[in-house]
């Protein structure tokens, strides 16, 4: 047990947590999966916090491993939901966008990426959200560069041709 390790690994976990949680956020789709995916992800780091070389290595294989996790958790578990193509609430009829605009627009792109396959879902996330560079997320998606940039460039149309994505993107019609 090396005390410096240790003291390291609390210092990541302290300036780094809110982070990782919005990473596991946008893995999962849902907070309090992202807070058990951030906890359960440490715990595993932390076990090999001392063959690490540097905080940077910390930082990239703590993601490697909320990765791995999400996809593991996503395989085993049945979500027992079942999702639906429109909100229960009335769409607002307004010539601009309404003071919840921008959450409805959130929220329609995190649904349209929620469709999305879970490599490709992970490689947007790390490349848009995180903005890592594609060399990084091969690393941590343990992949080679080509297929970081297959899976932006494919995950990226789809969610262009998503019915969702393009309903928000389109400029509204005029009534004539």
């Not at 958790?73 to 919840?100: D, I, M, N, V």
Request: glycine share 6%; aromatic share 8%.
């Amino acid at each position: 047990m090396d005390p410096g390790r240790d003291r390291e690994f609390a210092d990541f976990v302290d300036g780094r947590f809110t982070a990782l949680q919005r990473f596991g956020y946008l893995l999962t789709g849902e907070w309090h999966l992202a807070e058990d995916l951030v906890q359960t992800s440490l715990t595993k780091v932390w076990f090999h916090r001392n063959s690490l070389r540097s905080g940077n290595a910390l930082e990239s294989y703590t993601r490697t491993v909320m990765v791995n996790t999400s996809t593991q958790w996503w395989r085993r578990k049945w979500k027992g939901e079942t999702p639906t193509e429109h909100l229960p609430e009335p769409a607002t009829q307004s010539s601009g966008q309404s003071e919840y605009g921008v959450v409805d627009d959130r929220d329609l792109l995190l649904r349209a990426l929620a469709t999305l396959p879970r490599r490709t879902r992970a490689t947007l996330v790390l490349r848009y959200f995180e903005d890592l560079p594609e060399a990084e997320i091969a690393q941590i998606m343990g992949c080679s560069l080509g297929t970081v940039k297959s899976n932006v460039s494919r995950g990226l149309a789809k969610l262009r041709e998503h019915h969702l994505v393009a309903a928000v993107s389109a400029p509204a019609q005029k009534e004539g």
